[in-house]
C-alpha cells in the first residue's frame, strides 16, 4: 500500500515539475517578445505573462521587480536612467523627461532631483512619491523632444527655453544661470535658442534675455 501510495506521489511531483519547467519556458519565450529593458505589468500581460508568470520569471532571476507593475530584465546591465525611464514606463505614452531632470540629464546642473520630472497632459496623474509630473495643456510632443532607446526627453535647447518661461518652477535668475552654463559648456549657441524660441512659438517670451545674453556669447 504504501508502495503505491510512494509511487503516486513520485508520478504527482514528477508531473507537476514537468508542467513548471514547460510553463517556465513559454514564459521566457514571451519575455523574448518584450524588446526594451524596462516594462510594465500591463506589456507584459500583452505578450502573455500573467502576474503568476511574473513572479515564476522573478524568482528564477530573469526579471527583477523595480517598483509596483515595473519591471526590469535581469540580463540588462543597470543604468543611470533607469529611474527616469521607470517613471516613463509607468505614466505610458504621451509623456518625456523635462525641465530639472533633463537639466541634471544634461549636465547643467549638479543639483539631484528627488523625483523624477515628466510632462504629461492634462487629465493624467501619479501616485507615486518618486514622480513629479508636469500637467501642460499643449506639450508639444513633436517639438524639442528626443527619443533614444526607452528614454524620452526635452533637447537641451527645449529644455532651457521652457525653464525660461516656466515661473512657477524656476526664478529668473536661476533660468538664466542654466542658459549660460549651457552656452559655456558648449551644449547649445543663442541662435539655437532663438530657434527653438521661435519654434515653440514663445519667442516674445524670452527675446529680450536672449538679446542680452547674445553680446556675451556669439
Known sequence: MWVIQGNLY?????????????????????????????F?????????????????????????????GIYR?????????DEMISAL?????????????????????DEIPNQVWVYVPYGKYSHLKT???IRKRN???????HKQDELRITSVERTLIDCLCDKKHFTEVD???????????????IQSLFKMAKTLGVDHRVKLILTLLQESYV
Not at 513520485?10 to 524588446?35: A, D, G, P, W
Not at 530584465?73 to 536612467?81: C, H, L, P
Not at 514606463?89 to 546642473?109: E, K, R, V
Open 73 to 81: 530584465k535581469a540580463d540588462t546591465q543597470e543604468s543611470v536612467n
Open 139 to 145: 506639450p508639444q510632443w513633436s517639438i524639442g523632444i
Open 175 to 189: 533660468s538664466i544661470k542654466f542658459v549660460k552654463m549651457a552656452l559655456e559648456d558648449k551644449l547649445t549657441t
Open 10 to 38: 513520485f508520478q504527482y511531483s514528477t508531473l507537476l515539475y514537468l508542467c513548471y519547467i514547460e510553463n517556465m519556458k513559454r514564459y521566457v519565450q514571451f519575455l523574448k517578445k518584450i524588446t526594451h529593458s524596462t
Open 89 to 109: 514606463t509607468h505614466l505610458g505614452d504621451p509623456c518625456c523627461i523635462c525641465l530639472l531632470s533633463a537639466l541634471y540629464f544634461y549636465g547643467i546642473t
Open 40 to 68: 510594465s505589468s500591463k506589456e507584459a500581460k500583452e505578450c502573455g505573462i500573467d502576474a503568476y508568470g511574473l513572479k515564476l520569471l522573478a524568482r528564477v532571476g530573469k526579471i527583477q521587480k523595480i517598483e509596483r
Open 131 to 133: 514622480i513629479k509630473v
